[in-house]
């Protein structure tokens, strides 16, 4: 039985929810808030299942295009003294190997599959959500009202939908700003070669993606409200980055003078039930690991396909099919935000010791246990990557 699904947010959980539920042939209307789709956006690592999953809905060859060139990442301390240099082949040699791309490049890639396949309303937002005996009725901000089977929220981090009717859900603050963007130009750098800063309660990385174009990303620990910090971003970054070399500091000023670049306070989302009536929260909405789990795009794309794989088995009985991508979702969630605090404790240090502690030990370790490091957490058990329930 072919239902009407509802998403609100075309993101990368959203658009890829969308690709798979148009295959199997529903009917889906995505409404998002912007006026329309970008390539802008900073850059994310698609790793592991993520990487899978795009590959069976035919992507591959349209992501790779859409992709920046990765070989060699290089983490360093404050003194540019190597602490450890990792090859993306050698480490990957088990998995999928990891596709750099900007988020924007990846929705991209995700929209020009499904645009001629679903309604897509730019521009609109949900206003009130009213569940009758056998549908639900949504009501738009461009005035017009819906009727669906089911409607899936994806509308990021700070998602007004969830907040509206999701009254048990948690957005906690997870004290670290993240300021990223792209910077077009000219330099010397190495296309494809990495540079990664380890600090004390910071992180600095730099990408040069392209001959005339660096993408930048910081990672501060940070208590300080949002509010109180978006509109000072150059007196933040001189603060935690004023002390290092000048190019560094050169790069950081021409980003915030001429670059595209974001600003946020990450948040991890926490949802002991991720379905409520007929609405279901799908990606950073209903479980964002933050950043720093390095997942949270593949997390996202793999919460999609599950929800879809279990509308799909039970098309007729759209409760159960949540219940059980509820059911599914809540361990691996865990898995990944325990991740994220894990990388932050080591990859954001909260002092001199607890740095020089992980900078002696990274140096040192042999290369099975970084390659345990940085691919084991990860991974999928072969039944979550089969949807199997226990």
């Known amino acids: 039985?072919?239902?009407?699904?509802?998403?609100?947010?075309?993101?990368?959980?959203?658009?890829?929810?969308?690709?798979?539920?148009?295959?199997?042939?529903?009917?889906?209307?995505?409404?998002?808030?912007?006026?329309?789709?970008?390539?802008?956006?900073?850059?994310?690592?698609?790793?592991?299942?993520?990487?899978?999953?795009i590959d069976e809905l035919g992507l591959t060859k349209a992501l790779h295009?859409?992709?920046?060139?990765?070989?060699?990442?290089?983490?360093?301390?404050?003194?540019?003294?190597?602490?450890?240099?990792?090859?993306?082949?050698?480490?990957?040699?088990?998995?999928?190997?990891?596709?750099l791309i900007s988020r924007g490049g990846l929705h991209q890639v995700l929209y020009e599959?499904?645009?001629?396949?679903?309604?897509?309303?730019?521009?609109?937002?949900?206003s009130q959500v009213d569940e009758k005996e056998d549908y639900t009725q949504v009501a738009l901000s461009n005035g017009r009202t819906l009727a669906v089977d089911l409607v899936i929220v994806s509308e990021g981090l700070r998602s007004a939908t969830r907040e509206r009717y999701f009254s048990d859900v948690q957005l906690k603050d997870f004290n670290t700003l993240y300021v990223g963007g792209k910077l077009k130009q000219k330099h010397a750098r190495q296309v494809g070669i990495f540079k990664v800063y380890i600090d004390v309660d910071k992180m600095l990385s730099l990408y040069p993606i392209a001959e005339d174009e660096i993408a930048i990303q910081c990672y501060?620990?940070?208590?300080?409200?949002?509010?109180?910090?978006?509109?000072?971003?150059?007196?933040?970054?001189?603060?935690?980055?004023?002390?290092?070399?000048?190019?560094?500091?050169?790069?950081?000023?021409?980003?915030?003078?001429?670059?595209?670049?974001?600003?946020?306070k990450m948040g991890m989302v926490h949802a002991p039930n991720l379905v409520?009536?007929?609405?279901?929260?799908?990606?950073?909405?209903?479980?964002?690991?933050?950043?720093?789990?390095?997942?949270?795009?593949?997390?996202?794309?793999?919460g999609a396909k599950a929800l879809a794989h279990y509308i799909s088995q039970y098309s007729e009985d759209i409760s159960t099919a949540c219940k059980n991508y509820n059911t599914l979702m809540q361990p691996i969630i865990e898995k990944f935000q325990t991740n994220a605090k894990n990388n932050a404790a080591s990859f954001l240090p909260n002092n001199e010791v607890d740095l020089e502690k992980f900078v002696n030990g990274f140096r040192n370790a042999s290369t099975i246990e970084v390659q345990n490091i940085?691919?084991?957490?990860?991974?999928?058990?072969?039944?979550?990557?089969?949807?199997i329930l226990h």
Do not use: W
């Not at 802008?40 to 592991?48: E, R, W």
């Not at 301390?77 to 993306?88: F, G, K, L, M, Q």
């Not at 940070?222 to 004023?242: K, T, V, W």
């Not at 799908?282 to 690991?289: H, I, N, Q, R, W």
């Open 374 to 387: 940085m691919t084991a957490p990860i991974v999928l058990t072969k039944e979550q990557e089969n949807f």
């Open 1 to 53: 039985m072919k239902k009407h699904i509802l998403i609100t947010g075309a993101g990368i959980a959203g658009l890829t929810a969308a690709n798979f539920l148009a295959k199997q042939g529903h009917r889906v209307t995505l409404v998002d808030r912007s006026p329309s789709f970008s390539k802008a956006g900073f850059l994310i690592s698609l790793k592991s299942f993520g990487v899978k999953i």
């Open 276 to 302: 409520t009536g007929r609405m279901v929260l799908l990606g950073d909405a209903g479980y964002c690991p933050t950043a720093l789990s390095g997942m949270g795009a593949s997390l996202s794309i793999y």
């Open 220 to 264: 501060i620990r940070s208590y300080e409200d949002l509010r109180n910090l978006q509109n000072n971003a150059p007196s933040i970054l001189d603060n935690a980055f004023g002390d290092y070399n000048a190019e560094v500091r050169q790069l950081l000023n021409n980003l915030l003078d001429k670059g595209l670049f974001f600003i946020d």
């Open 113 to 126: 599959a499904i645009k001629n396949d679903v309604h897509i309303l730019f521009g609109t937002t949900i």
């Open 65 to 99: 295009e859409a992709s920046s060139p990765s070989e060699t990442v290089h983490f360093v301390e404050t003194n540019e003294a190597i602490i450890r240099s990792i090859d993306y082949d050698n480490m990957n040699e088990n998995i999928e190997r990891s596709v």
